[in-house]
């Protein structure tokens, strides 16, 4: 694997530049080289936090046309931090309440938004079908990284040895601190889960449990996932960015509250 498989281009995006080679589109933003205001500033592509709809339109136009798509073709979902998988042909007007989008269209571009959660994008070459998963806790624990790879599997004949992931930047286990609320549904749910939580003590703190501090590996949990459903290490390519850690880059709201603004991440088949 490339030491470096990202780029960022035109001060707007991470781009996996390599996958250009069939036509594909994989991409996520950073926070710069939009129009919205203190603290969204300036490439934020959500209205939830405050922004206003010219705003967000303005920003996803000027992404658009650096990738050299249409924006009318974007395809994002109304997340709710679920395993509910929409399919899709066409950019709907209304969004479907989804956390992961799968299309078969070339020329419609699936994706999901981000502030800490894990982007994912998947791409079939050879049957040209792809998808944009949106992976929290929450969808983690539900597993719907591993949900997503067996609905191309079943509906399209993907093989996984074909596919190519993108995983994009997310707070990391540096900054990703949870209690009992997070890890025991993914401990329960996702049978070597365990493996990715470490335990880091404080020991300035004079209260032993209070110097206790779990730590959450979210992208390396959705890795394994894409490795043990059969995904090629040599065809994952991860930025290995904490969005937390990186305020230059990245919002995050872990790091910020509320408001912070949205990262969008897309992925498609241009023909």
Not at 58 to 84: K, P, R, S
Not at 169 to 176: N, S, V
Not at 209 to 223: E, H, P, Q
Request: aromatic residues 6%; proline residues 6%.
């Amino acid at each position: 694997m490339d030491d470096n498989p990202f780029k960022i281009l035109n001060s707007l995006a991470l781009v996996l530049t390599k996958v250009a080679k069939f036509s594909a589109v994989a991409a996520f933003s950073i926070r710069k080289g939009g129009q919205s205001p203190p603290s969204l500033d300036s490439l934020n592509f959500s209205t939830k936090q405050g922004d206003s709809l010219d705003n967000v339109r303005t920003n996803l136009g000027v992404l658009a046309e650096f990738l050299n798509i249409d924006a009318g073709n974007i395809a994002t979902c109304n997340q709710v931090h679920g395993d509910t998988v929409a399919v899709i042909n066409s950019v709907s007007s209304s969004p479907p309440k989804a956390d992961a989008i799968v299309a078969a269209q070339p020329g419609i571009f699936p994706a999901v938004k981000t502030a800490d959660c894990v982007p994912i994008l998947l791409m079939d070459p050879v049957h040209k079908v792809c998808a944009a998963i949106h992976a929290g806790w929450r969808g983690t624990a539900l597993r719907v990284t591993r949900k997503v790879v067996r609905l191309m599997q079943e509906d399209f004949g993907t093989d996984v040895s074909d596919l190519v992931a993108a995983i994009g930047p997310a707070i990391g286990p540096c900054c990703y601190e949870v209690d009992d609320n997070v890890l025991i549904p993914v401990s329960r749910n996702v049978p070597w889960a365990d493996s990715f939580v470490t335990l880091e003590m404080n020991h300035e703190s004079g209260n032993p449990a209070r110097g206790k501090s779990y730590r959450l590996d979210l992208v390396g949990v959705n890795r394994f996932e894409l490795t043990s459903m059969g995904v090629q290490e040599a065809n994952i390519y991860s930025t290995d960015l904490c969005t937390s850690c990186r305020p230059d880059l990245f919002f995050s709201h872990r790091r910020d509250g509320v408001p912070s603004g949205r990262h969008i991440a897309v992925t498609g088949f241009k023909e």
